[in-house]
């Protein structure tokens, strides 16, 4: 161990450990900005580019960076000396002399970390005054806004999509005041491989990456009197959307978003856990078809709009082996604009389907061509928790006084095998409950899969079904799917499933959540929440849910069939 002083409290702390650390295990606060560490998801931002944690240490000449100097025996540290708080201010008011100041109008107002930073530091003039930068903002894509006078070269989304996604779409170009962070030649985001994950949005700092905002076009929908509009919620919303009214993550809060959503005017207000256990009928029904032909496996889930556009890209000779299922929202518009349009005897053209997802990719997975039926979309609009978390404070909803309300039918009811979706691991865990008790017509006494879960980057297990030892693993983050699609391609895999999610943590750990702000704690707190409900649940298997049962009976027919190809399958492109 290394003995140190910061601000006169000594400290043992092991070889390698930087000052930043051994502060923090002080619990002295010292102020970073490109630092980033999240550990468990091995994304670890070392640029030291921004010099805010200067420190001084005795017999140093220089302030030192406390996220990359290393401590040495005897060291003295201090993080609170004028010099170092003036040099503080002093870079963030450079920071600041070439960032447009007009956080009142901006996305990330109240959630931007250089605006926290400069009110700690007491920031009230910009002293400097000079040339600004003016890039133009990148709105290309469906799903993500880049506006590069915002960034203050952290360079944090590189390296979450280079080193965790392996995406390589973002990186440093040009030199001194030109440098920029950009997809190579300068391309548009659409024309380029992003995976629109919305990761690089989830570690930004500022507002450089921000989600395309479509509130206005819900609102002109909730006030346009020809239409009906249907809103889902995704899994994972009711374990996160507390955060932005200052509750714990992991508090379970989906009755509340019922009557939230009543109060917005919604005229039907339906859960995508209801088409996640549909999913799960027809993935579960398509697995076993699988096994039992011994063909196109191991069969990959479908339900993660990142994870198909990355492998549509990374690995096109792949693209027979993901289930053809389409996501569960998907699958929610597809059968919203056709049974339940014909239920409520309403033009499937004046319906307007509205999703709430965790997940930023899901706003450009509704616009592909081929999620539609007749050339009417299945989904409408797509926002995020953080966004219909301003609808609700825009409408002047006092969320944390709301009662409990229920979800609507038919396409309300849900298991806890839907739930659980919204974690890593969760969809496979959901599919092997029912295929079980399909392939050995028993009933599953043990339906927790544990060693599915959990925020580990690759997991795997061997389930025994009657003779046939079936071989699983689960990936999140695209870094991690890569290795596994790396082990198939050479032959090297024998798994019969895999479960893929495109971001660390699977959806609760999504592009549109509320910020972590660099706690990967809060993740796993969501994905508790999702286990707690699932075990709240009467039913916990998909096909115990009477609502999916029904759907079959009258109108879809059977698993797996004509039908349901039809309006639930999809296909994959070059
Ligand atoms: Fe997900 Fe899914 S679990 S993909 O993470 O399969 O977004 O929550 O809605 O569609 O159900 C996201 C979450 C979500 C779908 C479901
Ligand atoms: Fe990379 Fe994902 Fe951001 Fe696209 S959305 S640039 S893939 S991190």
Redesign the pocket.
Known sequence: LINITINNKKIAVPKGTTILEAAKALNIKIPTLCHLDLHDIKMINKVSSCRVCVVEVEGKKNLLPACSTLVSEGMIIRTDTLRAIKARKNIVELLLSNHPQDCLLCEKNTNCELQSLAAELGIQEIKYKGQTSNHGIDKSSYS?VKNLDKCILCRR?ET??NEV?T?N??SGVNRGFETIISPAFYNP?LETS???????IAVCPTAALTEVNNISKVWDALNDDKKTVIVQVAPAIRVSLGEEFGMQPGEIVTGKIVSALKILGFDKIFDTDFAADLTIIEEASELIYRIKNNTKLPMLTSCCP?WIKFFEHQFPDLLDIPSTCKSPHEMFGAIAKTYLAQKMNIDPKNMVIVSIMPCVAKKYEATRPELSNKNIRDVDIVITTREFAKMIREAGIDFNSLKDNNFDNPLGESTGASVIFGTTGGVLEAALRTAYEWITNKPLENIEFNKLRGINGIKEATIKINNININVAVASGLGNARKILEDIKSGRSNYHAIEIMACPGGCVGG?GQPYHHGNLEIISKRAEGLYKEDRSKKLRKSHENPYIQKLYKEFLGEPYGEKAHEILHTHYFK
């Open positions: 993500i989304c979450m999509c996604q995406v779409v973002l985001i992003c995976t629109f994950c919305g990761q690089c990142a592009g």
